[in-house]
Each structure stands twice: as C-alpha cells, then as structure tokens.
T-cell receptor, first 110, second 117 residues
Framework: GQQLNQSPQSMFIQEGEDVSMNCTSS?????WLWYKQDPGEGPVLLIA?????ELTSNGRLTAQFGITRKDSFLNISASIPSDVGIYFC??????????FGKGTRLHILP | GAVVSQHPSWVICKSGTSVKIECRSL??????MFWYRQFPKQSLMLMAT?????????EQGVEKDKFLINHASLTLSTLTVTSAHPEDSSFYIC?????????????FGPGTRLTVL
C-alpha cells in the first residue's frame, strides 16, 4: 500500500529558529496536505498543495509540492512557543483517501 | 470555516459494552465522512469511509461487524464500537469532506478518547 516517510521524527529547537520537515512517498499523490495536531485534539489543516511545484505560504509557514509529486516539505520560520505540537504530512489519493505520515514532534526549548 | 464536532469527547466503558460516537458537520453538508483511529504517539489510520445513504467502505483489517458505521444524513455519521475490549481503547477521529469545489477538503473533528476497562 501507499506509504509516507516523514522526517525528522522529532525536533528540539530554540525559540526563534527556523524549522524544516519533509515527506516522501512511494507513489504519486495529487494533493499534499500539512496538518498540526495538538494533544487530545484532531488535526488542523495548515497548508494544502494541489499542483506539482506549487509553493504556498501561510504566515510563517511555507510548503512545497515536489515536482515528482512524491515529496513535500514544510518550513516554519522564526518559531514561537505555540508552534509546539505534532505536524503530519498527508497525501490524498485518487479515491479521496488521506494517507498520513508518522508525524514530526516539534519541541521548543526555553 | 467548516466545523466538525464529535460527541462524546471522551468515554470510559466496561469491557463487553457497546459505545456510539457521533460525528457532525455543523455548517455544511458532507456526503462523505471518514473515520480514523490513532494510538498514542502514532499516526492516524483510516478505518472506513462513510457514504451518506449507503454502506461504509472499510479498510483492510478493520472488522465491519466490530465497528458499525451509519451515515443516515448529510450532517451525521456514527461509529459504534460493539462489544468493546481494552485493545479497542484509542483516540477516534472523524473527518468530513467539504464539497464546495473540486478540491474537496476534509476537516477533522476534535476526536473521541475511548477507554475500555
């Protein structure tokens, strides 16, 4: 089946640093999605990417849909404490199913 | 924005009992809803796709007689965990599609924490 490899698994950074995480897939997706999940809550959509090569920003967040349609990255600039959480990449397949990566846990050191 | 609610937000039950979880799209109609489960520190795993007015489509390995799904209206889908056992304890999350455009984004509910004693 389709699999998404998300890295890194966790990150420990200082407040104010930039963050980068990425996802690669064994197959092509038509849509790449990035979600953030806070403890005990459902995922919240951060950025959606619909075209290969597309680069989209949402405030301090920037994500790109890889040209091969098998990868995507998410960057967070100038991290702040509320950025702490789990970030999931996800791809939507032709059946509209969303396949999730394993997540990147972001920790911000005081 | 599109809001999806779940009820209850958490439930504790005895082994052998059945538990019903509701998923509602509050400000839009969703022809398709999805049910996921998430174990601690793990990713979301799709359990089934719920289609209004028809039978749900289950992912491989998910027992349809164990996890009963009903999608009776365009704003409500229910997941019933029948004869629950401790291994069914998990975080169950639903999502609903927003069919306003060809993009058909999915929005997630806040999740339901099920603990089976």
């Amino acid at each position: 089946g389709q699999q998404l490899n998300q890295s890194p698994q966790s990150m420990f950074i200082q407040e104010g640093e930039d963050v980068s995480m990425n996802c690669t897939s064994s197959s092509i997706f038509n849509t790449w999605l990035w979600y953030k999940q806070d403890p005990g809550e459902g995922p919240v959509l951060l950025i959606a990417l619909y075209k290969a090569g597309e680069l989209t920003s949402n405030g301090r967040l920037t994500a790109q849909f890889g040209i091969t349609r098998k990868d995507s990255f998410l960057n967070i600039s100038a991290s702040i404490p509320s950025d702490v959480g789990i970030y999931f990449c996800a791809g939507r397949d032709v059946d509209d199913k969303i396949i999730f990566g394993k997540g990147t846990r972001l920790h911000i050191l005081p | 924005g599109a809001v999806v609610s779940q009820h209850p937000s958490w439930v504790i039950c005895k082994s052998g009992t059945s538990v019903k979880i509701e998923c509602r799209s509050l400000d839009f109609q969703a022809t398709t809803m999805f049910w996921y489960r998430q174990f601690p520190k793990q990713s979301l795993m799709l359990m089934a796709t719920s289609n209004e007015g028809s039978k749900a489509t289950y992912e491989q390995g998910v027992e349809k007689d164990k996890f009963l799904i009903n999608h009776a209206s365009l704003t409500l889908s229910t997941l019933t965990v029948t004869s629950a056992h401790p291994e069914d304890s998990s975080f169950y999350i639903c999502s609903a599609g927003l069919p306003l455009s060809s993009y058909n984004e999915q929005f997630f509910g806040p999740g339901t924490r099920l603990t089976v004693l």
